[in-house]
């Protein structure tokens, strides 16, 4: 299993950027796609999920609204299009998959990928 992590970068306040995520080594159809992520010196924090065939979506409360979460999987890829970026978004975003709803901060989802940088200057 692979979850493969891109698009991150540092970016301006206000400013928009997309992460994208490949996905190999799973059935898709049974697993809900999670955006988690990491703020410099804390633990995980649960940003968003897609349930399979992208039918229903959760966000955190403080993107809601500025993120969305998208996911294709007939080309086993996922992205999140962040808009309005703060300097509070600043952290490593990870992809991850889990058969299970999982937005508590700290979960341990099934699979995570590497993740990739984010960072949101004032």
């Known amino acids: 299993v692979q979850l493969v992590e891109s698009g991150g970068g540092l970016v301006q306040a206000g400013k928009s950027l997309t992460l994208s995520c490949e996905i190999s080594?799973?059935?898709?159809?049974?697993?809900?796609l999670h955006w988690v992520r990491q703020p410099p010196g804390k633990g995980l924090e649960w940003v968003a999920s897609l349930s399979s065939g992208g039918t229903f979506d959760y966000y955190r409360d403080s993107v809601e609204g500025r993120f969305t979460f998208s996911r294709d999987d007939a080309k086993r890829t996922a992205s999140l299009r962040m808009t309005k970026l703060k300097s509070e978004d600043t952290a490593r975003y990870y992809c991850a998959a889990d058969r299970d709803l999982r937005t508590d901060d700290n979960s341990r989802w099934q699979y995570r990928g590497q993740g990739t940088q984010v960072t949101v200057s004032a």
């Open positions: 080594g799973l059935n898709l159809n049974l697993y809900y």
